[in-house]
């Protein structure tokens, strides 16, 4: 890590992986995301909280295109996202995401679904996928699960070969949409920790969480959003001890009062 | 606590005991049932028996080795009126498989295209799927087959102003008449090279799934196929110098003689089948796909997977999970919609050994139960295979 986040102060776009500049979006009449500023270095772990319907799954989902944003701009490591599919489909490749509800493929074995997008997208060989793939599943450490089928794991094992999937398309950011919230209380820990390895390694990650355990250890910034708002941004540290704006405050109380 | 229980009851008598036991229980009633489904059948018979003995009537299957002495016009094994009404049977045997196999595949592809386009995120497009599918699904399929039917017969020209494509087909209200191709010896080398590209063609289709395991390269197989498969038989034709004649349909009085026909009832009844049962298969594979959770398909997406691959490689093989049983259910439905084929004269099983065959022979019963017979096994064969499919592409669960 030797590019600290001292070092890029913003005025060389190429240090940010991640450029949204006044991002608008709307459900038909409903304003979803309003005025999105962000910046995301190379690196940076960034987690965003909020209540629910604050529009933090939205904007997440907007940095792959599975979301359209109707105003503004969002430039993924030097692509824009526009109606372009060709340009859509780079950063997809780029970006990795893991779902709430993991969204493995049933029909596949685990190992199936770690080479699916390796050999389909890159063109990988199948062997130089599958051991590739076998790698991946070591460090969630679930490598003696990769014949079987999603539907035969737990959901925590489930999570974390969902994690193994996307690292295998070599990602240079990763996306996590609430990626514990439909998980047993015991499972949750064994996920977490599979993230909070990733983020030790230097991956830059963005993620919807409620973990504020989490936010404390691992984040660089944690922002909050409220009613399509970014309603402020700060250290951790700081968010968590000397929260700002009312709504902040409020939020923070009760999530952490129980 | 148990000791008391039981010493609470000591006179229940022994038959109540045993209808409160669940396992006697069940047994019991099973032995009620299926006692009284063989009483029931049991006297039916013995009914059928009795009433045909009262009306001199026995029950033979001699019948079937007499000369049936009808006409069929559509046969495709030798036949005429001197031909038994077993050889009638085996003629109409064919032409109900010929009608539900051509049916089934016109049907099925119909059908898929239908499902995929009212998906469409186009207006027209969908909006046209849906209308097709509403107004076909909502008539009765007697009145599609008599409409195509009468399309054909009346809408179409008399042989002697035939519309003629080329000089080789064509099409009038009689049927659609065409060049019968006479093979050659040397034409055998084509169909050797055709099988030999056929088979080629599987190789290669493994070889290229190899190259793509090991290199991650992918070949262009489906056209690659096509050039071989279609290119390669037809060089050789012409090299070896067309080594086909063709024995031309000419106009001879009222109508073509020579050539190959595809008469009108068999046209009206595949094309008004199909596509009635298509208007089902298609709803039955839009719900298909609909019912693959779309987690799957933004998973896809942000795996980098485009959209065809998308739906080729996650979303189709689940889906196949949810159309395949309701579409066994099309296939017998298509097959056995094909018996209305008597409503204008098609010569299928009903028309021939469940028709004429028995008004002339007076053997309902015996005809009837040949007629059963054929369509169960014809749909249990149907059945079969689908549930083998089914089975093959189940998920596994835990």
């Not at chain 1, 909020?50 to 490591?77: A, F």
């Not at chain 1, 009312?246 to 129980?258: A, E, G, V």
């Not at chain 2, 029931?40 to 009306?55: E, K, P, T």
């Not at chain 2, 016009?73 to 036949?79: A, D, P, S, V």
């Amino acid at each position: 890590m030797n590019d600290t986040p001292e070092n890029s102060n913003g005025n060389s776009e190429k240090e940010f992986v991640i450029v949204i500049r006044k991002m608008h979006k709307w459900y038909g009449q409903f304003h979803v995301l309003k005025d999105i500023n962000l910046n995301v270095e190379r690196g940076e772990k960034i987690v965003i909280c909020g209540p629910s319907g604050s529009g933090k799954s939205t904007l997440i989902r907007c940095i792959n295109r599975l979301e359209e944003h109707q105003d503004g701009e969002i430039i993924v490591d030097g692509t824009e996202l526009t109606n372009d599919l060709k340009n859509v489909e780079v950063v997809r490749r780029e970006v990795g995401m893991v779902f709430q509800h993991f969204n493995l493929f049933p029909h596949l074995t685990v190992l199936d679904n770690c080479t699916l997008a390796p050999i389909w997208v890159r063109k990988e060989p199948r062997e130089q996928a599958e051991v590739t793939a076998m790698e991946y599943l070591e460090r969630v450490k679930i490598p003696d699960q990769a014949s079987k089928f999603p539907g035969q794991l737990s959901g925590g094992q489930q999570q974390r070969v969902a994690i193994a999937r996307s690292l295998c398309m070599k990602p240079r950011v990763m996306l996590f949409d609430e990626p514990t919230s439909a998980l047993d209380p015991e499972m949750i820990k064994e996920v977490l920790d599979v993230m909070i390895e990733l983020a030790t390694e230097g991956m830059t990650m963005l993620c919807v969480t409620h973990e504020m355990g989490f936010a404390k250890t691992v984040a660089d910034r944690v922002i909050f959003m409220d009613e399509g708002e970014i309603i402020e941004q700060n250290k951790p540290q700081e968010f968590f001890d000397n929260p700002q704006h009312d709504r902040t405050k409020l939020f923070l109380s009760q999530i952490l009062n129980h | 606590m148990a000791e008391a229980a039981i010493a609470s009851h000591p006179r229940r008598n022994p038959i109540s005991r045993l209808w409160n036991d669940k396992q006697s229980r069940s047994v019991i009633i099973q032995v009620i049932t299926i006692s009284l489904v063989f009483a029931f059948f049991a006297y039916i018979i013995h009914n059928a028996v009795v009433n045909l003995q009262a009306i001199g009537k026995g029950f033979s299957y001699n019948f079937l080795w007499q000369p049936s002495s009808y006409d069929i016009n559509q046969h495709l094994i030798e036949y005429d009126s001197r031909s038994t009404h077993f050889r009638a049977m085996l003629v109409g045997i064919i032409n109900t498989v010929l009608v539900a196999i051509c049916g089934i595949v016109l049907a099925s592809i119909v059908g898929f295209i239908l499902g995929v386009l009212r998906l469409s995120k186009n207006w027209i497009v969908n909006r046209l799927a849906y209308c097709y599918i509403e107004y076909v699904r909502n008539v009765p399929v007697l009145l599609h087959i008599l409409l195509v039917h009468g399309l054909i017969v009346h809408a179409f020209p008399v042989p002697r102003q035939a519309i003629s494509i080329g000089d080789v087909t064509y099409m009038t209200n009689r049927g659609i008449f065409s060049a019968k191709p006479i093979y050659e010896p040397l034409f055998l080398v084509v169909v050797v090279l055709f099988l030999f590209s056929l088979a080629f063609m599987w190789w290669f289709k493994r070889h290229a799934k190899k190259v793509q395991d090991e290199t991650g390269q992918r070949y262009p197989v489906f056209w690659i196929g096509l050039g071989t498969i279609v290119g390669m038989p037809l060089v050789a034709f012409f090299l070896l110098g067309s080594p086909i004649s063709w024995d031309m349909p000419e106009l001879k009085g009222f109508n073509f003689t020579g050539g190959m026909v595809i008469r009108p009832e068999f046209i009206a009844l595949l094309l008004a089948l199909s596509l009635y049962t298509a208007a089902f298969i298609g709803e039955i594979v839009r719900a298909g796909i609909l019912g693959v959770y779309y987690g799957q398909t933004e998973a896809s997406y942000a795996l980098g997977i485009n959209r065809g691959r998308t739906l080729s490689l996650v979303v189709i093989p689940q889906a196949l999970r949810i159309i395949v049983p309701p579409l066994t259910s099309q296939y017998l439905n298509l097959t056995k919609n094909s018996s209305l084929a008597v409503a204008i004269g098609y010569m299928d099983i009903v028309a021939t050994i469940g028709g004429i065959s028995l008004n002339q022979t007076g053997r309902e019963m015996e005809c009837m139960i040949i007629v059963l017979a054929l369509y169960l096994v014809m749909s249990l064969i149907i059945s079969a295979v689908m549930n083998w499919y089914n089975k093959r592409i189940k998920l596994v669960e835990r």
